[in-house]
């Protein structure tokens, strides 16, 4: 259980979040998401940072209302960025991350820091994304000007995409049947193993890999502690 590869069961605290909080001092944070034991927010941020790992279909925004009193914000990852940010009003269309105020939360998208420092040094032109939830927000907010191309599970079937691709679905995902990325230049923002089951994939379909996961989780965590350190 000490290993980041261990799957608690839902809503069970990982006996590692439980050790570093032991360590730490100040303000709990969390993580919410579904399958986010490999998450490595806990060890970017300072503790106590837990994890809170719940199913695709859980009331998301109504758990976080109930642990307010014990958590100065949340970082939100897959698939809940989209559910927050309509369940809590925001005018975000995806939200990544809670802070806690006086009279309830503030929402934020820090994401977009994350698909900034992604984008950095592309060059000019159309870019095709392979999803469309919160990721691609991110990437839409960070270049608004430049032409995208977004394909979902459906639309993607059966498609032979090329040049530029950011692939955006979850490790966890099956992959459109007949995809193929002969040619592609994939930009893959995952980290950790869910980036490297991307990567087989996209190589399986002709890719070529271009990890840019760490650039992004240190961006927008980096603009995530400055947002926590608001909190009320």
Known sequence: AMDDTFHAAVGQRLLLDAVRARRGAGL?????????????????????????????????????????????GFAVTSPFKK??????????????????TRNGWSTHNTDVDGARAVLEGETPGPITVLGDGGVTAALRLAQPDRDWCVLTRET????????????????????????????????????GPPAWRIARAVRERGGEVVSRGPRWLVAQARAQRRLWESAA
Not at 56 to 72: F, K, S, Y
Request: charged letters at 15%; aromatic letters at 6%; a negative charge.
């Open 28 to 72: 709990s944070k969390a993580i919410v998401g579904h399958n986010i034991a490999h998450s490595r927010s806990p060890r970017l941020h300072s503790q106590p940072f837990d994890r809170w790992d719940l199913p695709p279909d859980a009331p998301v925004v109504a758990i976080m209302d109930a642990l307010r009193e014990h958590h100065a």
């Open 156 to 191: 993607a079937a059966g498609a032979s995409v090329t040049g530029t691709v950011v692939w955006t679905w979850p490790a966890s995902v099956e992959v459109p049947p007949g995809l193929d990325l002969s040619g592609a230049r994939v930009l893959v923002v995952a980290y």
């Open 83 to 100: 559910t927050v940010a309509v369940g809590m009003g925001s005018a975000l269309d995806a939200v990544n991350t809670v802070v806690r």
